[in-house]
């Protein structure tokens, strides 16, 4: 067998393995660890409104609440687990296409690997934290204000930052338009949803994908 044939059924078996379980599993490990960061953060935000929390409602905030629970590390280092399998699910699909009729277009790879790219940093800053709380605890936001800060002492410092400003509001529309849209039903299977549970995940999707906008 030469090596022509040996890099073709490479390939082969690396498409079959990201298309099947593999890609599955990563798949949604790193939806929930996503969801689990979503949930701590709206739950941040409610404590805040009420009056009783002393956290930013972000993700250091997040991880921060989830390291003083019980097996806190544990949880920590499980989080970015699941979030290096979200990275490498974008990863997949930047290489071999996502699933749907366009998937295999560049748009749509170019798209999942700037997801690959900011799920690596996420889950790198998560695991980071659970190596070192110390280092990690400083919220996004505050990290959000330094960086604004040193942007402004740049020649062009303002206009950087205002288009940051205008990049992060335009994703932020094309989130909450996505999710208005119902675009959340690709990466669902729903024959195997009950009537009930399409509804709930249609209240709880649209108004989540809104709130996140």
């Known amino acids: 067998m030469n090596m022509g044939t040996l890099a073709r059924r490479g390939r082969t078996d690396a498409r079959r393995a990201a298309n ?6 990563a798949a949604r490990a790193g939806l929930t660890a996503r969801g689990v960061i979503y949930l701590l953060v709206g739950v941040l935000a409610l ?10 409602a972000d993700r250091g905030g997040a991880l921060a609440e989830l390291a003083d629970k019980p097996f806190g590390a544990l949880l ?16 997949t699909e930047a290489l071999f296409g996502a699933s749907g009729k366009d998937g295999r277009k560049a748009r ?3 798209a999942s690997a700037a997801r ?3 799920y690596a940093f996420v889950a790198s800053s998560v695991l980071a934290f659970a190596v070192d709380r110390d280092n990690g605890s400083g919220s996004s936001d505050r990290q959000s204000r330094d960086v604004t800060a040193r942007a402004l002492e740049l ?5 950087l930052v205002a288009l940051g400003g205008a990049v992060v509001a335009g ?4 989130i909450g338009v996505r999710a208005a849209r119902r675009k ?20 709880t999707g649209v108004g989540g994908g809104i709130a996140r906008g």
């Open 184 to 203: 959340y039903h690709k990466e669902l299977r729903p024959g195997e949803l009950s009537r009930r549970t399409r509804a709930l995940v249609d209240v």
């Open 155 to 159: 020649p062009a410092g303002p206009w």
């Open 20 to 25: 099947g379980s593999v890609r599955e599993g």
């Open 116 to 118: 690959c790219g900011f």
């Open 171 to 174: 994703a932020g529309v094309w």
């Open 76 to 91: 920590l280092w499980a989080l970015g687990i699941g979030l290096v399998g979200m990275a490498l699910w974008r990863l």
């Open 108 to 110: 749509k790879r170019l």
């Open 47 to 56: 404590r805040i409104a009420f009056g009783d929390g002393d956290r930013q």
